[in-house]
C-alpha cells in the first residue's frame, strides 16, 4: 500500500519556478506510472502530466508542454514536477498519483493519489 505525498507548493511571482516532489514511501515498480494532475478551485481534476517507471517515457498536457518537466528519482522513490514559466492559470492544488502501465493522463485510470501542494502564482 504505496503512499504519496506531495512537495515544495508555494507562492510565486509569475514567470518564476517551483520544483513539485511526489516521495513514495516505497520503491515504485517499473510497470508504473506516476502522474502530475492539477485542480483550480471550482474547476475539474485535470493532468499536467506522466512519466513511465520503467523507461522515464513522459507526456505533457499541452498546457504545459515546454514548460513542466518530469523526473524520477528512483534512489529516493521520488518523481518531481519542474515548472518553469509560471502563469496565474497554472495556479491549483497538485497532486500526483499512480497507475499501471500503459501510461494515461486520466484521472480515472489512477489510483494512488497524494494529498496535494497548494501552488500559487501571482500577477
Known amino acids: 500500500q504505496v503512499r504519496l505525498v506531495e512537495s515544495g507548493g508555494g507562492l510565486v511571482q509569475a514567470g518564476g519556478s517551483l520544483r513539485l516532489s511526489c516521495a513514495a514511501s516505497e520503491s515504485i515498480d517499473r510497470d508504473n506510472c506516476v502522474g502530475w494532475f492539477r485542480q483550480a478551485p471550482g474547476k475539474e481534476r485535470k493532468a499536467v502530466g506522466s512519466?513511465?517507471?520503467?523507461?522515464?517515457?513522459?507526456m505533457y498536457a499541452d498546457s504545459v508542454k515546454g514548460r513542466f518537466t518530469i523526473s524520477q528519482d528512483n534512489a529516493k522513490n521520488t518523481v518531481y514536477l519542474q515548472m518553469d514559466s509560471l502563469n496565474p492559470d497554472d495556479s491549483a492544488m497538485y497532486y500526483c498519483a499512480i497507475q499501471r502501465w500503459p501510461c494515461t493522463l486520466a484521472p480515472a485510470r489512477y489510483y494512488y493519489w497524494g494529498q496535494g501542494t497548494q501552488v500559487t502564482v501571482s500577477s
Open positions: 512519466i513511465y517507471i520503467g523507461l522515464r517515457s513522459t
